[in-house]
């Protein structure tokens, strides 16, 4: 019976490491290397500049991504989001549309989508205990907030400019206007939804 656990023990430990994010990751890029890359027939010097091209490619997304959680978390360290919770409670406004407003205000000041999300999500955290609103729509809330009036300070805006050759005034006009009307559509059946199910 012991041997029989200590088995059980052993394979729940493999298999915990394996599943690891940083392990999981490890192996699939050794395997990807192999079998995209030395048994296609490319060299070591081949596969290593392919390597290198896509490091450079989710460089930035990578950063972006660090960045945005390391400003969340001064915020929270701040006590920003007890803040907004406390001023939750004294006023009538609706906690998705408060959702909306600080991912959209972080949106606009900051650039980045991805940051604007995840710092928000940690922001406003705080609002739910308070007020009992449905995470799943806090959620979506924020991802509508997040997404308004890409501009000039967004790589986004910059990639679409590229991609259509258009000028800024071009991008400003259909990239900035779409993702605007994107955001609010979002917000309307965000609290559409919300008076459907409460």
Same mark, same amino acid.
């Given at each position: 019976?012991?041997?029989?656990?200590?088995?059980?023990?052993?394979?729940?430990?493999?298999?915990?490491?394996?599943?690891?994010?940083?392990?999981?990751?490890?192996?699939?890029?050794? #395997? !990807?290397?192999?079998?995209?890359?030395?048994?296609? %027939?490319?060299?070591?010097? &081949? $596969?290593?500049?392919?390597? +290198?091209?896509?490091?450079?490619? #989710? !460089?930035?997304?990578?950063?972006?991504?660090?960045? %945005?959680?390391?400003?969340? &978390? $001064?915020?929270?360290?701040? +006590?920003?989001?007890?803040?907004?919770?406390?001023?939750?409670?004294?006023?009538?406004?609706?906690?998705?549309?408060?959702?909306?407003?600080?991912?959209a205000v972080l949106r606009i000041a900051l650039g980045s989508a991805t940051v604007a999300a995840i710092t928000t999500a940690g922001v406003v955290l705080p609002i739910i205990n308070v007020t009992h609103a449905d995470p799943a729509l806090m959620v979506l809330a924020t991802g509508a907030g997040s997404v308004i009036a890409s501009h000039v300070n967004d790589p986004g805006f910059w990639l679409f400019?590229?991609?259509?050759?258009?000028?800024?005034?071009?991008?400003?006009?259909?990239?900035?206007?779409?993702?605007?009307?994107?955001?609010?559509?979002?917000?309307?059946?965000?609290?559409?939804?919300?008076?459907?199910?409460?």
């Amino acid at each position: 019976m012991k041997s029989r656990c200590q088995k059980t023990n052993a394979v729940r430990v493999f298999f915990e490491f394996i599943g690891n994010p940083a392990v999981a990751l490890f192996i699939a890029i050794i #395997i !990807a290397i192999f079998t995209l890359g030395r048994r296609n %027939g490319r060299t070591v010097e &081949q $596969v290593m500049d392919i390597v +290198g091209e896509s490091i450079g490619a #989710i !460089a930035m997304i990578v950063f972006i991504i660090a960045g %945005g959680g390391a400003f969340k &978390q $001064v915020l929270v360290d701040s +006590g920003v989001g007890q803040y907004i919770s406390q001023l939750m409670t004294g006023t009538s406004l609706s906690p998705l549309l408060m959702c909306w407003t600080v991912a959209a205000v972080l949106r606009i000041a900051l650039g980045s989508a991805t940051v604007a999300a995840i710092t928000t999500a940690g922001v406003v955290l705080p609002i739910i205990n308070v007020t009992h609103a449905d995470p799943a729509l806090m959620v979506l809330a924020t991802g509508a907030g997040s997404v308004i009036a890409s501009h000039v300070n967004d790589p986004g805006f910059w990639l679409f400019k590229g991609y259509f050759n258009l000028s800024v005034g071009e991008t400003l006009r259909t990239w900035t206007v779409m993702e605007t009307l994107i955001s609010v559509m979002g917000l309307l059946g965000v609290l559409a939804l919300n008076a459907v199910l409460h």
